[in-house]
């Protein structure tokens, strides 16, 4: 079993970069897919950017071309990229693990929510 952690929230001006970081202090990630998910003030959560065990990805249209999902295997960590941020990007952010057995695709984790473990979420805040 997983237990997803997140890191590398904080404050940034628009324009900026902040890179997230999910790590499992559990099983490996390698065996999981992994998302990254965000939830601002009033709104629902949405899926941001996905990603399989075999390495296929999935990013939401509004971060695309702007966040990479990655996976480094050795250290056991998923990453998310952010560039370009802008204020409606403000939100916490949580990383999410999808038992094996039940992955499909990046797509269906990110868009249908498809995660079995959650972590606590970290906050990412853009403003001048």
């Known amino acids: 079993q997983v237990q997803p952690v997140e890191s590398g929230g904080g404050l940034v001006h628009p324009g900026g970069s902040l890179r997230l970081s999910c790590t499992d202090s559990g099983d490996e990630l390698r065996d999981y897919g992994v998302g990254w998910f965000r939830q601002a003030p009033g709104k629902e959560r949405e899926g941001v950017a996905c990603?399989?065990?075999?390495?296929?990805?999935y990013y939401a249209e509004s971060v695309l071309g702007r966040f990479t999902i990655s996976r480094d295997n050795a250290k056991n960590t998923v990453y998310l990229q952010m560039n370009s941020l802008r204020p409606e990007d403000t939100a916490v952010y949580y990383c999410?693990?999808?038992?094996?057995?039940?992955?499909?695709?990046?797509?269906?984790?990110?868009?249908?929510?498809?995660?079995?473990?959650w972590g606590q979420g970290t906050q990412v805040t853009v403003s001048s």
């Open positions: 999410g693990a999808r038992f094996p057995p039940l992955f499909t695709t990046a797509q269906d984790m990110c868009v249908r929510q498809e995660s079995d473990y």
């Open positions: 990603v399989g065990r075999d390495g296929s990805m």
